[in-house]
């Protein structure tokens, strides 16, 4: 597959560098390697162990067929769909695999093998890995500067951490969602690089929001200088679910490049586009997708996807961060920036002197499925993931119906302004009588958006209907029941944590009472007892148990 190169060069962006990232130079060492593939070369400089003396002749793995997975509902889900999932397919029917081979040396050259992967290597990728990334990153998501770069990392989380030191000084101040992934901003918070939150509403990071932020700025006010670098998880959004649109993505870009704003694009969920929920009762699976492997059907799924900031991105001011932890495996720690190509090289000085380069046997066997499954075998696979992760969202929201009364408005402000909401109170037993706790019924205890992507439901608690509720007492009331649901043997997320406003410092949560909920690990007969547990614990908590 050729590579496309779309639009002109970056343009110069060597101001949004640190000092930090600045003062990196060449490791001694690692700058010797240039020279190790020159053809006849006789090192003897680098103390690189011989591989004759590594204990690994070779690797061998079953990896599944790319098309293992449906690419619609079996069946349609119901309260009794999970017995189908646990006693039908997914026992009946013997997993199908093909088996693939790792040598310590090659057969042929240029293959995949264990001499080279398990050795010293720059902080870059195996040559056979960026061959498969590079036309893939062109195909999928289509740069729109032509000089962009492919580096390699364990992942995105390292991939955050070392985009923002190289890109922040101590004292800045990072742009993000007022709802954030909280681990991204604890790898920052300890070099005195602080959130700086911007509001959110159904389609993620607000647009007139983020103008009036930046065109306001005040640096003495805010005692920092306005912000040049943004965080934003656009796809599957983490904690919200929500999926940011062309639109958009558009604006937020365009007011990026007015104020010289860096984008890192953290996208984990990209391949987890899930589409709408639809209740059970109204759902229509219609044709069946065709399961063929070829171009024709890999350009038309990645037509269904959103575009990512890098298709609009004509100057070079997105640092994209993908990782397999959600396509292949999280314990690979494997993953890669799409970015221009100054700031790959300073990201690659600092890997260089810090892990130097992923593991080798995670490298080698990513490599080797994706080379034998090749790229119309991996957007297979990804479509197949795709709908293992609707069924999964969806039977969750299904169980959630069965255990309570949801009530379907439109919100018009906060969050989830221009979504539908589910708002939920108990379901009243016919055989209640007419007391006056009857109006209890229709008070709403929860309420959430089903995700158009990624792997969680992110609940808002009523806590202002509680009977005992007084203003201030939100987070009390928020862990008290989160954790009386963990005492009954049920974890959620604490929606705290992923406060962006309360990770800065001095700062306070004005929204508490939240939930972050998983759909993408628990089994099926697990989930419905999850929500099983939750339904009482929650009309408990409530003091409806009587309804």
Same mark, same amino acid.
């Given at each position: ?26 490791? /001694?060492?690692? $700058? ?55 006693? $039908? ?69 390292? $991939? ?19 709802? =954030?992934? /909280? ?20 389609? $993620?990071? &607000? ?58 694009? %953290? ?20 044709? &069946? ?6 171009? %024709? ?69 990513? =490599? ?41 408005? /439109? ?64 987070? =009390?009331?928020?862990? &008290?029941?989160?954790? &009386? ?63």
């Amino acid at each position: 597959m050729s590579i496309e190169k779309h639009g002109t060069k970056s343009i110069d962006l060597s101001h949004h560098l640190s000092e930090l990232s600045k003062a990196r130079a060449v490791s /001694p060492l690692k $700058g010797l390697m240039k020279y190790f593939a020159q053809p006849g070369i006789l090192s003897l400089a680098g103390g690189l162990p011989s591989p004759a003396y590594f204990p690994v002749s070779d690797i061998s793995a079953n990896v599944l067929v790319p098309e293992s997975f449906a690419l619609s509902p079996t069946e349609s889900s119901t309260s009794l769909s999970w017995l189908w999932k646990l006693f $039908g397919s997914h026992n009946a029917t013997k997993e199908k695999t093909q088996a693939v081979t790792i040598p310590k040396y090659p057969a042929v050259k240029g293959d995949v093998n264990l001499a080279t992967s398990l050795q010293y290597a720059p902080a870059v990728a195996l040559a056979q890995l960026q061959d498969f990334l590079k036309p893939f990153i062109s195909e999928v998501y289509r740069p729109a500067f032509k000089d962009w770069t492919v580096l390699i990392d364990t992942g995105n989380t390292d $991939g955050w951490s070392r985009a923002v030191t190289t890109l922040c000084n101590p004292g800045e101040g990072v742009l993000c969602e007022e709802w =954030t992934y /909280p681990s991204a901003m604890a790898s920052m918070i300890p070099f005195n690089i602080k959130p700086v939150p911007v509001a959110m509403d159904g389609l $993620g990071m &607000k647009s007139d929001d983020l103008e009036n932020l930046l065109s306001q700025w005040d640096p003495v006010s805010r005692q920092m200088p306005r912000p040049h670098v943004m965080y934003i998880v656009p796809v599957g959004q983490n904690p919200s679910g929500s999926t940011m649109s062309v639109a958009r993505k558009k604006q937020i870009y365009d007011i990026c490049v007015k104020y010289d704003v860096i984008i890192v694009e %953290d996208d984990p969920y990209y391949f987890l586009q899930l589409g709408t929920y639809t209740s059970k009762d109204d759902r229509s699976h219609g044709a &069946k997708p065709s399961g063929i492997l070829s171009a %024709d059907e890999s350009k038309r799924f990645i037509s269904t996807l959103t575009p990512s900031f890098l298709c609009f991105d004509y100057q070079g001011r997105v640092v994209r961060l993908d990782t397999f932890s959600k396509t292949i495996a999280p314990g690979s720690r494997l993953g890669w920036f799409t970015c221009n190509p100054l700031f790959a090289e300073r990201l690659e000085r600092q890997g260089e002197t810090s892990f130097q380069a992923p593991c080798g046997f995670g490298q080698a066997i990513i =490599t080797k499925i994706l080379t034998h499954w090749t790229y119309d075998g991996y957007i297979r696979w990804l479509r197949g993931l795709r709908t293992e992760y609707q069924q999964r969202r969806d039977f969750f929201i299904d169980c959630l119906a069965e255990e309570f009364h949801l009530h379907v408005v /439109p919100a018009a402000a906060g969050v989830w302004e221009g979504c539908i909401v589910y708002q939920a109170s108990s379901k009243v037993k016919k055989s209640t009588r007419m007391t006056e706790k009857y109006s209890a019924r229709n008070r709403t205890m929860f309420s959430f958006v089903p995700p158009v992507a990624g792997m969680f439901v992110w609940m808002r608690l009523h806590l202002d209907q509680h009977p005992s509720f007084a203003p201030g007492d939100e987070d =009390t009331l928020e862990t &008290k029941l989160w954790t &009386k649901l963990a005492e009954n043997g049920v974890l959620f997320g604490p929606g705290w944590v992923f406060a962006a406003n309360a990770m800065a410092e001095g700062s306070h949560n004005n929204d508490s009472g939240h939930f972050r909920i998983s759909f993408s690990n628990a089994e099926f007969a697990d989930l419905k007892k999850a929500v099983t547990i939750f339904g009482r614990v929650i009309r408990e908590f409530f003091q409806e148990e009587d309804l």
